[in-house]
């Protein structure tokens, strides 16, 4: 039969050629309070009950920890309110490094926290999420922020004095509520329709009332409409904690929250749907 099929030229992007090279495999990233850098393959993370001493990393007081992949791409935020971008796969395995090695910061700049997102990942329709130590929450489109790299960092929000960045979450548009915990154990559930889109250098609006004088932001998450799901709770001196979605009602950005668990020391709080399995780490 006569070819119904048309043959074109097919034209590799940088990038798709970069990923293929990759090979995938998921890891664990980690962040020291002095700013060392490594990554931990996940397949060393054996599931264990809990209550267990758990598995010992090489590190320093543990700072941000994330779970991602080696085809996925990392962006490194900065006490000067910059992004920079790396590949998960261009942090060392095994061996930790500063971050001021893999990315180009001034002498007085540092590390804050990190967040990773998938390899060409529409940036129209995914935002990410800043969240401050006094409760300020700030929206951006990812595609703001698409020209960020190793040396030439992008501006990615103001703070204002007195404040730093404990979170920063991408999400899609999917989204539906946002739940911010503090270190008190007070927990606010709100629209995430209440945060409008703003741009690269704004920043940001109140998210939750903190007495700052008191207390302070230590985790946010982002989630679907579904009650089902859990919100799970960690303190400090090694304590966990599930709770219903369904136990918080939606309040108006800037309140201030419930009580979520009587104690003065969350460490982090992450959504689950009760069965799934957590990575906790301590120093």
Same mark, same amino acid.
């Not at 039969?1 to 074109?8: A, E, M, V, Y």
């Not at 401050?132 to 922020?145: F, I, P, Q, S, W």
């Not at 103001?158 to 007195?162: K, M």
């Not at 982002?222 to 409409?225: H, M």
């Given at each position: 039969?006569?070819?119904?099929?048309?043959? &074109?030229n097919?034209?590799?992007?940088?990038?798709?050629?970069?990923? +293929?090279?990759i090979? $995938?495999?998921?890891v664990?990233?980690?962040?020291?309070?002095d700013?060392?850098?490594?990554?931990?393959?996940?397949?060393k993370f054996? $599931?264990?009950?809990r209550?267990?001493k758990?598995?010992?990393?090489?590190?320093?007081?543990?700072?941000t920890?994330?779970?991602?992949?080696?085809?996925?791409?990392?962006k490194? !935020? #900065?006490?000067?309110?910059k992004?920079?971008?790396?590949?998960?796969?261009?942090?060392p395995?095994?061996? +930790?490094? %500063?971050?001021?090695?893999?990315?180009?910061?001034?002498?007085?700049?540092?590390?804050? &926290?990190?967040?990773? #997102?998938l390899?060409?990942?529409?940036?129209?329709k995914?935002?990410?999420? !800043?969240f401050?130590?006094?409760?300020?929450?700030?929206?951006?489109?990812?595609?703001? @922020?698409e020209?960020?790299k190793?040396?030439n960092?992008? +501006?990615?929000l103001?703070?204002?004095?007195?404040d730093q960045l404990? +979170?920063?979450?991408?999400?899609s548009?999917?989204?539906?509520d946002?739940?911010i &915990?503090?270190?008190?154990?007070m927990m606010?559930?709100?629209a995430?329709?209440?945060?409008?889109?703003s741009?690269?250098?704004?920043i940001?609006?109140?998210?939750?009332?903190?007495d700052?004088?008191q207390? @302070?932001?230590v985790?946010?998450n982002?989630?679907?409409?579904n009650?089902?799901?859990m919100i %799970?709770?960690f303190?400090?001196n090694?304590y966990?904690?599930h709770?219903?979605l369904?136990?918080?009602?939606?309040?108006?950005?800037?309140?201030k929250?419930l009580k979520?668990?009587?104690s003065?020391?969350i460490? %982090?709080?992450v959504?689950?749907?009760g069965?799934?399995?957590?990575?906790?780490?301590?120093?």
């Open positions: 039969d006569k070819r119904i099929t048309q043959l &074109t097919f034209t590799e992007t940088k990038e798709e050629a970069e990923v +293929a090279s090979i $995938p495999e998921d664990v990233i980690q962040v020291t309070e700013g060392m850098i490594s990554r931990i393959p996940s397949k054996k $599931p264990q009950r209550n267990g758990g598995v010992k990393t090489k590190g320093d007081i543990i700072h920890v994330i779970a991602t992949n080696t085809q996925d791409i990392l490194v !935020f #900065t006490s000067f309110g992004v920079y971008r790396i590949g998960a796969n261009e942090v395995e095994d061996k +930790a490094v %500063s971050v001021a090695s893999l990315i180009q910061m001034e002498n007085s700049e540092k590390f804050m &926290t990190l967040a990773s #997102t390899r060409g990942i529409d940036g129209e995914t935002s990410v999420w !800043f401050t130590r006094n409760g300020v929450v700030k929206r951006t489109l990812l595609k703001e @922020y020209g960020a190793r040396k960092g992008l +501006a990615a103001n703070l204002r004095e007195g404990v +979170a920063v979450k991408i999400l548009d999917s989204i539906i946002i739940f &915990t503090t270190h008190n154990g606010i559930r709100c995430a329709s209440d945060f409008a889109l741009s690269r250098s704004s940001g609006v109140k998210g939750i009332n903190v700052t004088s207390d @302070y932001v985790s946010a982002g989630v679907t409409d009650d089902k799901l %799970s709770i303190t400090e090694g966990g904690k709770l219903k369904s136990d918080f009602l939606r309040q108006n950005r800037g309140g929250g979520c668990i009587p003065s020391e460490a %982090s709080a959504i689950t749907d069965t799934g399995r957590f990575l906790v780490m301590r120093s």
